[in-house]
């Protein structure tokens, strides 16, 4: 069974910085994709960073791009999203989701069997 951790959150003040990470458990971590999503209270989820797992191929939502950061290390089976200079705006619940087509396409943002989802950890920024 493929399972997603996320762990990372907290509250912290605009402009501060924070770490997610996401550990992906029995899951071809090889070559697929692998996306934070976030949701905040009455809005759609968005996605916000998309990693091909396989290769150095990255996507950012444009809200986010220049500030965080997404990155992965296959042999600790992790994907983490480093965000920088955090805004009000960024506070949601943010989730982990990994594409479940084994060698499907490397662009990530268009791929669209983001099956596989974690709990969420929760971002609160405050200023």
């Known amino acids: 069974q493929v399972q997603l951790v996320e762990s990372g959150g907290g509250s912290v003040q605009a402009g501060g910085s924070l770490r997610l990470s996401c550990a992906i458990s029995g899951y071809n971590f090889s070559r697929n994709c692998v996306g934070w999503f976030r949701q905040a209270p009455g809005k759609e989820r968005e996605g916000v960073a998309y990693i091909y797992t396989g290769a150095k191929s990255t996507d950012y939502a444009d809200s986010v791009k220049g500030r965080f950061i997404i990155s992965r290390d296959n042999a600790k089976n992790t994907v983490s999203l480093q965000m920088n200079s955090l805004k009000p705006e960024d506070s949601a619940m943010y989730y982990c989701?990994?594409?479940?087509?084994?060698?499907?396409?490397?662009?990530?943002?268009?791929?669209?069997?983001?099956?596989?989802w974690g709990q969420g950890t929760q971002v609160t920024v405050s200023s």
């Open positions: 989701a990994a594409a479940t087509v084994w060698w499907g396409s490397r662009d990530c943002l268009r791929r669209n069997d983001y099956n596989y």
